[in-house]
């Protein structure tokens, strides 16, 4: 099952985002991965992941938080 990430700014200009409760907050990470089951499903910048997302799960999600 997917969750709606959190974004922590980490040193040297990295972005981290954890599954947390606010999506809103995404759109300033460099780079955004979705996981299900302990793999990765999709990763790319924010606003490509968002306006295009590639797999259901990504899209489902998506869905329930935006």
Same mark, same amino acid.
Do not use: C, Y
């Given at each position: 099952? !997917?969750?709606? *990430?959190? *974004? @922590?700014?980490? &040193?040297?200009?990295?972005? /981290?985002?954890?599954?947390? /409760? +606010? =999506?809103? @907050? $995404?759109? !300033?990470?460099? @780079?955004? $991965?979705?996981?299900?089951?302990? +793999? =990765? !499903?999709?990763?790319?910048?924010?606003? &490509? =992941? %968002?306006?295009?997302?590639?797999?259901?799960?990504? +899209?489902? %999600?998506? +869905?329930? $938080? !935006?």
């Amino acid at each position: 099952m !997917l969750a709606p *990430v959190h *974004v @922590k700014k980490m &040193e040297k200009g990295r972005t /981290e985002a954890l599954a947390k /409760e +606010r =999506i809103g @907050k $995404v759109g !300033l990470a460099d @780079k955004v $991965v979705f996981m299900a089951d302990g +793999r =990765i !499903l999709e990763e790319g910048k924010p606003e &490509e =992941i %968002f306006s295009n997302p590639k797999t259901p799960e990504a +899209r489902q %999600f998506l +869905r329930s $938080v !935006l």
